[in-house]
């Protein structure tokens, strides 16, 4: 039988959706069917992503729908495949991750439910080809993604109330641009889209595009929007946190890259209004994206609670992504592209690794943590090459989007938009130290003397993702052949690629060699290891205790307090919180607030007393026969 | 092909409507079963009705006076689809009755719902605009004395509801008669498709005040929001069927009335129209703000309906095809999902015995099956995928993009609105799957008599999310039907 | 890659630590002259690592306290190979500022790891306050390596270099982004008023605090060739890297170097003097310091180089 | 002319009673004077003066009949009108039961 026949997106989604369903019922009734059919259909529909390369395809796979005889189109493309095999291979990692992690917990059975529905609309919103599949993806994947945040029960009530609130606001202002475009053009599919696009008013395309971007723009949480991000990244179950943060919000930028690349295009882009040589919206995005990393840098550098530290560090991130996104040239664009990747490479595996050590010990405080990384070795390793990358060191892939992103901003001279993202980058080794130093390293409390890695399923995830993280420093030319292509897709001039183990960029502008870098990097630590290994005399171990207490007896450790973690960085935090304390929180809790006022006092109207519904009926009609007289 | 004539829909459940109290002093159990064949009766003509007006209007001509002498019915696609519509929800209704209704006098309470059915099905109907009235009238009286039905401890609620909705209602069909008298006056006729073609040479102003007065008249059943004073109290003081005919049957007849007038007779007169997209946003507005706030699970899903009828007339006032069809897709969506939460909130509080929405914590363990029914009408209401208010919203919003920058105004306030629903809604869906109950015990659900009307409901809530083309198949005759106006339809007969 | 090209690195990863303690030797020197003592010969500092690196007995708490040294020397090491330094432009083809930038934080965390890892609160204070610090400084100074890269149009050290061997050099043409980077320079080299990271008085030396033996003597050379690396990277950005000869005469290519040499023992010598004289900052005073005024003077050197540039 | 403002009259009564009156029995004989007016109204707009009744026999020409339609229509609504002003009372009576009082500011039980 020739299978290549059922290679096809469409297969994939329907894959999924009904294997959602088969898991309910299945793990109804046994929790081992549960694990293993999830793992069974996300792994397979991985699969099906990963043999989807190279491929293009586009198909109706529904009749038409509406009265007007829109029909849903689903495809596949170089950009497509570039995400869906992310959030595939995220989603099927997570499940495997979760086994552990979630078991027992709260609603277990929706869990794998909900995450394979979401696997599947995740993909769906990728490989959809039309505005309205596109949507109803997209609604169904805010749906799934706020049911799997409720399943933490009671204390996520708000944060997820006000991700579903923010999103449905992103939605219904994407919406109202997806009409838009469907009632100016006629048409739903994106080729034929993009083909009428030339010679289209400018107004009109700001207009449209801007309020789509609006929804975009909510689910990667930048700036005058990322307000749910925190309280949502943190309170979701922690077995689908790293999804959410690793994968969803990467949708947000595949969707800006879908409305302005492929569909409105570059040319039409640029013709909307351009600033040196980039597109003014693009710059619009690219600003908000610096400024969003920038503040959620601030943030993250407060927070002692280790989800909510890395929330913001995720809100950050995506504002490098939208940075490069928006200044649109080949560099940055693939520096975005690769970024994302990047992203959902190392969050995921600290989002992991957090939810593993919240387990362990129960808080999310990490000042009550201490010492793990000797108790932990493996989990340690993981999340400090996922740090690295996180802050950008050389010798992780993180380095070669930031690279890409900065090289693109200052070769365009932003000079607003390159500071502040150095800046919020150095910002960055600031809070990922805090974590390091809080949970890692410090003194082990005497609770968690016997705490060890957690089991395999939750290892092998965090492995296979850092060592992906390490092995795409050391030939990042893998990932961006890919990126490549798809950026030619796009219509943008595709980065330089020289060979699949080896990339330099050596315009007059620039260079990084990745390979050098690599190759001297582990000479040096060659050179530093020999001479540490072989000067002086071997070291003996001693307890922590021993040289700060000059050997003194003492008893309990834990009460020594010598563990310096809480309030990390109080000196600044000073300086800055004068500032912080404007937070756009108060400015949408006001809102919410004063429109729960006003509906009260709407409601007033309804006063019970007949007589005065009899004075507004009487009162209706007399401005009725007013308006008969005068106006018509 | 049988062919009923639509006449005998409303003959039949009149002549019914007296047989019960004299068959019911021979035989004690007979009204339910003679109602259930009434309303049986009509679901069949109504459906026969619709496929044939799919090819050409049926009208009807009572006593062999011809139109515009006699009195007609006309039922294009538009009438039969919503007599369809009343008649089948009727029947639903009839399945979930029993328990509900063992406080009072079950005789009286089926004689009543037969004349309900019948007044509805008249108004949608008829052709001529006094009988409409006369309709109005037989659905108003039937619903008066249906919202007084409750005794026991609803009793009290019941009958400051039921006083409130009489007058308001009696003052409303005051001035729709006036409205009448004031057409006629003007053009000498009461025929519809008559009025149509003789008001553009008639007295300009009075026919104005006409207009004035008539949706002044009809607002009030419509819930158009300064009128709508009676309708929380109404919907709240009723009994849970009552509630649920109120949603799905009168307010949808009243409104459809409305519609009517504006379009056929004044051949969508704008100027109406201007005032009926201000005063439906208004009433979107101030019916979803007004739900915010409401613990108490009936009186929400009352200021919904008011909201959800404000977006009705927005969509119907844009007056272009897309925006009519979502508005009609809308209306059948409303009746449907706000039928089945009707349904299933009766439930709940059938067995909770509060309508405080904070006892609702924890239901989806204590009563699962009822839950979820829940649960799809509200997501339908809120327009998640997959469910007939999605389409209905994406539907409305295309129309209302084509009315150009206006237009977009309006997509943006309805959006608005939808979002404050959307909150509303997920907080009582929330506090139901997600809250744990304080009292852990198993609630009885209720029995499939009472639950296959739900589940109907629900699964006709995801068929029209999942397969509208369905239903465009009636909804896109009906919007053109409406747009062309009624004198070209039975040529100015 | 030719073997004299790779002889060159091996040479220069061997001289420049020797370099770097010999400056480190001078400055106890010059800082002992200027209060008025006569201080440890300059050759002190060979010594004391020879001592430490001879030391019986070593101390450790666990292999990630081992990591700290390891890493800082790797870090400097590699990235001292991608800075030119007087007429040798080892690797600076293959790696431009932004990436010279971040293989200078590597060694930075590595201390930070090990420091944590001893599990001594005076070393974790430390580390908070280098890594505050490096934010203080980092804000003004990126400002100012984007007015130096805008002006001469490449984030190539290399480039600047011979560009600016061309022109005239950028401390004569952009002379206010000289000064606010010689303010950040402070910060770089850790003198005071910016050494709260060390503060003996304070922390003990924070970071450093539990490391003695081999560990004490890798930190020294690291620190050895961190003077060079973060001298040599303002030589290069400002005082056109040391370049006064014709560099392609191997004469000439002697007195480049020589000269290079003699400029990043100027600039560390400035230090020096800044050091010998002012007290310490708190470290909240220190970064509302940076913030405000090198940032400002920063801001308007970023906007002159842009007005010039015409950009 | 002289009906059609006795007509306006009795309408405008009806409504001044239900405006004003907190009574709920006096707003119920509000509405049924407006309906005596809306039905003078009708019959009004039918009326010809000196026109017989719309019987048609020998040498009675069609202009001289009044019209036949309204009268049929108020026929009708006077039914109605009875129908309900009895209803609204006997509804009052229970509102009575259960509230001692009539009026209309003080059965505000259900609001908001």
């Known amino acids: 039988m020739d299978y290549t026949a059922f290679i096809r997106p469409e297969y994939v989604l329907m894959l999924l959706f009904a294997g959602a369903l088969i898991t309910y019922f299945a793990g109804k009734y046994s929790s081992m069917a549960r694990y293993s059919l999830s793992l069974l259909f996300s792994g397979l529909a991985l699969l099906m992503v990963a043999l989807l390369y190279g491929k293009n395809t586009l198909s109706v796979w529904t009749p038409s729908i509406t009265p007007n005889g829109i029909s849903m189109y689903v495809g596949t493309n170089p950009l497509t495949w570039f995400f869906a095999i992310i959030l595939a291979s995220l989603s099927f990692l997570t499940i495997m991750y979760s086994i552990p992690i979630m078991k027992g917990k709260r609603m277990e059975n929706w869990f794998y439910t909900?995450?394979?529905?979401?696997?599947?609309?995740?993909?769906?919103?990728?490989?959809?080809?039309?505005?309205?599949?596109?949507?109803?993806?997209?609604?169904?994947?805010?749906?799934?993604?706020?049911?799997?945040?409720?399943?933490?029960?009671?204390?996520?009530?708000?944060?997820?109330?006000?991700?579903?609130?923010?999103?449905?606001?992103?939605?219904?202002?994407?919406?109202?641009?997806?009409?838009?475009?469907?009632?100016?053009?006629?048409?739903?599919?994106?080729?034929?889209?993009?083909?009428?696009?030339?010679?289209?008013?400018?107004?009109?395309?700001?207009?449209?595009?801007?309020?789509?971007?609006?929804?975009?723009?909510?689910?990667?949480?930048?700036?005058?929007?990322?307000?749910?991000?925190?309280?949502?990244?943190?309170?979701?179950?922690?077995?689908?946190?790293?999804l959410f943060s690793g994968a969803l919000s990467k949708l947000g930028a595949y969707g800006l890259f879908l409305f302005m690349y492929v569909i409105v295009g570059m040319s039409a882009l640029i013709g909307m209004g351009s600033f040196r040589g980039v597109s003014s919206f693009g710059y619009a995005i690219a600003l908000l994206g610096s400024i969003t990393a920038f503040i959620a840098t601030l943030y993250a550098i407060r927070e002692d609670d280790i989800k909510r530290l890395l929330a913001y560090s995720s809100v950050s991130q995506v504002g490098y992504i939208l940075m490069g996104l928006g200044i649109g040239t080949s560099l940055s664009v693939?520096?975005?592209?690769?970024?994302?990747?990047?992203?959902?490479?190392?969050?995921?595996?600290?989002?992991?690794?957090?939810?593993?050590?919240?387990?362990?010990?129960?808080?999310?405080?990490?000042?009550?943590?201490?010492?793990?990384?000797?108790?932990?070795?493996?989990?340690?390793?993981?999340?400090?090459?996922?740090?690295?990358?996180?802050?950008?060191?050389?010798?992780?892939?993180?380095?070669?989007?930031?690279?890409?992103?900065?090289?693109?901003?200052?070769?365009?001279?932003?000079?607003?938009?390159?500071?502040?993202?150095?800046?919020?980058?150095?910002?960055?080794?600031?809070?990922?130290?805090?974590?390091?130093?809080?949970?890692?390293?410090?003194?082990?409390?005497?609770?968690?003397?016997?705490?060890?890695?957690?089991?395999?399923?939750?290892?092998?995830?965090?492995?296979?993702?850092?060592?992906?993280?390490?092995?795409?420093?050391?030939?990042?030319?893998?990932?961006?052949?890919?990126?490549?292509?798809?950026?030619?897709?796009?219509?943008?001039?595709?980065?330089?690629?020289?060979?699949?183990?080896?990339?330099?960029?050596?315009?007059?502008?620039?260079?990084?060699?990745a390979l050098v870098v690599m190759t001297i990097l582990l000479f040096a630590m060659l050179v530093a290891m020999i001479m540490f290994a072989f000067a002086g005399s071997k070291?003996?171990?001693?307890?922590?205790?021993?040289?700060?207490?000059?050997?003194?007896?003492?008893?309990?450790?834990?009460?020594?307090?010598?563990?310096?973690?809480?309030?990390?960085?109080?000196?600044?935090?000073?300086?800055?919180?004068?500032?912080?304390?404007?937070?756009?929180?108060?400015?949408?809790?006001?809102?919410?607030?004063?429109?729960?006022?006003?509906?009260?006092?709407?409601?007033?109207v309804y006063s019970g007393d007949v007589q005065t519904y009899v004075y507004y009926v009487i009162g209706f009609l007399g401005m009725l026969i007013i308006l008969a007289g005068w106006w018509w | 092909m049988v062919n009923i004539d639509p006449t005998l829909m409303i003959g039949i459940p009149l002549f019914m409507g007296f047989l019960i109290p004299s068959v019911a002093i021979v035989w004690k159990n007979s009204p339910r079963y003679l109602a259930g064949f009434t309303i049986l009766f009509n679901l069949i003509a109504s459906t026969l009705l619709l496929i044939r007006s799919l090819n050409a209007p049926v009208i009807s001509v009572l006593g062999g006076w011809q139109p515009p002498y006699g009195i007609v019915f006309v039922a294009g696609p538009l009438g039969s689809m919503l007599a369809l519509l009343i008649s089948s929800m009727t029947m639903l209704t009839w399945f979930y009755l029993p328990p509900h209704i063992k406080e009072g006098n079950e005789t009286k309470f089926y004689?009543?719902?037969?004349?309900?059915?019948?007044?509805?099905?008249?108004?949608?109907?008829?052709?001529?605009?006094?009988?409409?009235?006369?309709?109005?009238?037989?659905?108003?009286?039937?619903?008066?004395?249906?919202?007084?039905?409750?005794?026991?401890?609803?009793?009290?609620?019941?009958?400051?509801?039921?006083?409130?909705?009489?007058?308001?209602?009696?003052?409303?069909?005051?001035?729709?008669?006036?409205?009448?008298?004031?057409?006629?006056?003007?053009?000498?006729?009461?025929?519809?498709?008559?009025?149509?073609?003789?008001?553009?040479?008639?007295?300009?102003?009075?026919?104005?005040?006409?207009?004035?007065?008539?949706?002044?008249?009809?607002?009030?059943?419509?819930?158009?929001?300064?009128?709508?004073?009676?309708?929380?109290?109404?919907?709240?003081?009723?009994?849970?069927?009552?509630?649920?005919?109120?949603?799905?049957?009168?307010?949808?007849a009243g409104f459809f009335a409305l519609i009517r007038v504006v379009f056929l007779i004044f051949g969508a007169a704008t100027e109406a129209l201007q005032i009926l997209m201000i005063f439906g946003l208004l009433t979107l507005f101030v019916g979803e703000s007004s739900a915010l706030r409401q613990t108490d699970l009936k009186r929400m899903l009352a200021y919904s309906s008011i909201g959800q009828m404000g977006l009705l007339l927005v969509a119907f006032s844009l007056n272009n095809q897309t925006a009519l069809v979502g508005g009609l897709y809308a209306m059948l969506n409303h009746a449907i999902a706000k039928g089945l939460l009707f349904m299933a909130a009766g439930s709940f509080i059938f067995a909770l015995g509060t309508r405080d929405i904070s006892a609702l914590n924890g239901m989806g363990k204590r009563m699962p099956v009822t839950s979820a029914l829940f649960t799809i009408g509200a997501f339908s209401i809120m327009g998640l995928p997959f469910f007939g208010g999605f389409i209905s919203k994406i539907v409305i919003i295309a129309g209302s993009m084509q009315a150009g920058t206006e237009g977009m105004l309006v997509a943006i306030l309805i959006l608005s609105a939808s979002l404050i629903e959307l909150v509303y809604f997920l907080r009582v869906v929330h506090r139901i799957w997600m809250r744990e109950p304080e009292d852990d015990s198993r609630l009885k659900e209720a029995p499939f008599t009472q639950m296959f009307p739900m589940i109907v409901l629900a699964a006709f809530v995801f068929l029209m999310g999942i397969y509208p083309q369905a239903f465009f198949k009636v909804l896109i005759p009906a919007a053109q039907e409406l747009l062309r106006g009624l004198g070209t339809m039975i040529g100015g007969a | 890659m030719s073997i004299t090209d790779i002889v060159a690195i091996i040479g220069m990863a061997v001289f420049v630590p020797l370099l770097g303690l010999l400056f480190m030797g001078i400055a106890r020197k010059i800082t002992a002259r200027i209060q008025n003592r006569i201080g440890p010969p300059f050759y002190q500092q060979y010594i004391d690592v020879m001592k430490l690196f001879s030391k019986r007995s070593n101390i450790s708490h666990s292999w990630v306290f081992d990591i700290g040294p390891i890493f800082a020397v790797v870090g400097m090491l590699t990235t001292m190979l991608f800075i030119p330094m007087g007429g040798?432009?080892?690797?600076?083809?293959?790696?431009?500022?932004?990436?010279?930038?971040?293989?200078?934080?590597?060694?930075?965390?590595?201390?930070?790891?090990?420091?944590?890892?001893?599990?001594?609160?005076?070393?974790?204070?430390?580390?908070?306050?280098?890594?505050?610090?490096?934010?203080?400084?980092?804000?003004?100074?990126?400002?100012?390596?984007?007015?130096?890269?805008?002006?001469?149009?490449?984030?190539?050290?290399?480039?600047?270099?011979?560009?600016?061997?061309?022109?005239?050099?950028?401390?004569?043409?952009?002379?206010?982004?000289?000064?606010?980077?010689?303010?950040?320079?402070?910060?770089?080299?850790?003198?005071?008023?910016?050494?709260?990271?060390?503060?003996?008085?304070?922390?003990?030396t924070g970071p450093m605090v539990e490391y003695g033996g081999k560990y004490l003597g890798m930190l020294m050379l690291w620190h050895a060739i961190a003077i060079i690396v973060e001298g040599s990277l303002f030589v290069n950005l400002f005082l056109g890297g040391g370049i006064v000869f014709d560099p392609s005469t191997y004469v000439g290519m002697a007195l480049n170097f020589l000269v290079w040499i003699g400029l990043v023992f100027l600039m560390f010598f400035i230090a020096l003097l800044i050091n010998a004289v002012m007290p310490r900052y708190r470290i909240d005073q220190a970064f509302a310091f940076y913030w405000k005024w090198p940032t400002i003077l920063a801001i308007i050197a970023l906007i002159y180089v842009m007005v010039v540039s015409s950009w | 002319m002289i009906y059609y403002m006795a007509a306006a009259f009795l309408i405008a009564i009806g409504i001044y009673a239900l405006m004003l009156k907190k009574n709920m029995i006096k707003m119920v004989i509000g509405l049924s004077l407006m309906d005596s007016g809306v039905n003078l109204l009708l019959i009004s707009l039918g009326y010809i003066n000196g026109g017989t009744a719309p019987i048609l026999l020998n040498g009675v020409k069609p202009q001289e009949v009044v019209d036949p339609l309204p009268q049929a229509l108020v026929l009708t609504n006077v039914v109605i009108g009875v129908s309900v002003t009895a209803l609204a009372l006997s509804v009052i009576i229970r509102v009575y039961k259960h509230y001692k009082t009539l009026n209309s500011d003080k059965v505000r039980d259900m609001k908001w």
């Not at chain 3, 401390?171 to 000289?178: E, H, M, R, T, W």
Request: with cysteine.
């Open chain 3, 88 to 204: 040798f432009q080892l690797l600076s083809f293959d790696g431009d500022l932004i990436v010279i930038m971040y293989l200078m934080v590597i060694s930075g965390l590595g201390i930070a790891l090990g420091a944590g890892a001893s599990g001594n609160p005076n070393s974790g204070i430390g580390v908070m306050r280098a890594l505050v610090l490096m934010m203080s400084y980092e804000l003004p100074f990126v400002l100012i390596l984007l007015s130096v890269m805008l002006y001469y149009n490449t984030t190539s050290l290399a480039e600047i270099v011979s560009k600016q061997a061309d022109m005239a050099w950028a401390v004569l043409a952009l002379p206010l982004s000289a000064i606010v980077a010689d303010i950040c320079l402070q910060g770089q080299f850790g003198e005071k008023p910016f050494d709260q990271p060390i503060a003996p008085a304070e922390v003990a």
């Open chain 1, 114 to 242: 909900l995450t394979l529905l979401l696997m599947g609309s995740m993909l769906g919103v990728v490989f959809s080809s039309d505005l309205l599949s596109f949507f109803i993806f997209w609604e169904m994947m805010t749906l799934s993604s706020y049911l799997l945040v409720t399943l933490a029960g009671k204390r996520s009530d708000k944060a997820a109330l006000n991700y579903m609130i923010l999103s449905t606001m992103g939605a219904y202002s994407m919406l109202t641009g997806i009409t838009m475009l469907y009632v100016h053009f006629g048409t739903t599919e994106f080729s034929l889209l993009s083909a009428q696009i030339p010679g289209t008013p400018v107004n009109f395309l700001w207009l449209s595009l801007g309020l789509v971007a609006v929804g975009f723009l909510v689910k990667s949480a930048a700036l005058p929007f990322y307000v749910w991000a925190a309280p949502a990244y943190s309170e979701a179950p922690d077995g689908f946190t790293p």
């Open chain 2, 111 to 252: 004689m009543l719902f037969i004349l309900l059915m019948a007044g509805a099905t008249g108004m949608v109907l008829t052709g001529d605009l006094f009988n409409l009235f006369v309709f109005t009238e037989i659905t108003s009286i039937a619903s008066f004395s249906l919202l007084a039905y409750s005794r026991g401890k609803d009793e009290k609620e019941a009958v400051e509801a039921t006083i409130k909705y009489m007058i308001i209602g009696s003052l409303s069909s005051a001035f729709f008669l006036i409205g009448i008298a004031l057409l006629y006056g003007a053009t000498g006729t009461l025929n519809m498709a008559d009025l149509a073609s003789k008001i553009p040479s008639a007295n300009h102003n009075l026919v104005m005040m006409a207009l004035a007065m008539i949706i002044t008249g009809l607002g009030i059943e419509a819930e158009m929001f300064p009128l709508n004073g009676w309708t929380p109290d109404a919907y709240t003081g009723a009994t849970h069927p009552v509630s649920v005919m109120f949603a799905s049957v009168v307010v949808k």
């Open chain 1, 539 to 604: 070291s003996k171990k001693v307890d922590q205790h021993d040289t700060y207490l000059s050997g003194e007896i003492y008893e309990h450790h834990s009460d020594l307090g010598l563990h310096y973690a809480a309030n990390f960085y109080r000196p600044i935090e000073r300086m800055f919180e004068p500032y912080l304390r404007l937070r756009l929180e108060r400015t949408y809790d006001a809102f919410g607030r004063g429109y729960e006022l006003l509906s009260e006092g709407i409601r007033r």
């Open chain 1, 334 to 513: 693939a520096g975005s592209l690769y970024h994302a990747l990047n992203h959902a490479l190392f969050k995921t595996v600290l989002f992991m690794g957090a939810g593993a050590i919240i387990q362990l010990t129960g808080t999310r405080k990490m000042s009550e943590m201490g010492g793990l990384a000797t108790r932990m070795p493996i989990t340690f390793l993981t999340m400090l090459i996922s740090i690295f990358s996180l802050a950008a060191i050389p010798m992780t892939s993180g380095f070669g989007s930031k690279w890409l992103i900065y090289e693109a901003a200052i070769n365009k001279g932003f000079v607003f938009i390159a500071p502040l993202a150095f800046v919020a980058s150095v910002g960055s080794f600031l809070y990922s130290f805090r974590l390091l130093q809080a949970v890692f390293l410090g003194q082990l409390p005497d609770g968690l003397k016997d705490a060890k890695d957690p089991s395999l399923l939750v290892t092998i995830p965090m492995i296979a993702l850092t060592s992906i993280t390490v092995l795409f420093a050391i030939v990042p030319g893998v990932p961006l052949g890919a990126i490549a292509s798809a950026e030619s897709y796009m219509g943008i001039q595709p980065i330089q690629v020289d060979s699949l183990f080896y990339f330099r960029i050596g315009n007059s502008f620039g260079a990084y060699n």
